[in-house]
């Protein structure tokens, strides 16, 4: 998952279990590439939902 914050380009980190500023423009683009690829939804809705 990619976020768009204020303070800049946020990606969820599995091995830290959270969120991570990613600052490389070229592994942003690599990541949004594989992300096509594999058919993942763009869309500026959050996708998840409610636990429960």
Known sequence: MIWNAPTGVT???RDLN???LLD???????MLRR???AGVP???EYP????G
Do not use: H, I, T
Not at 24 to 30: K, N, Q, R, T
Not at 48 to 51: D, E, F, L, N, Q
């Open 35 to 37: 992300m096509r690829e």
């Open 18 to 20: 959270g969120p991570l």
């Open 24 to 30: 490389d423009e070229s592994a942003l683009g690599e």
């Open 11 to 13: 990606v969820f980190d």
């Open 48 to 51: 998840g939902r409610p636990c």
């Open 42 to 44: 763009e869309s500026d």
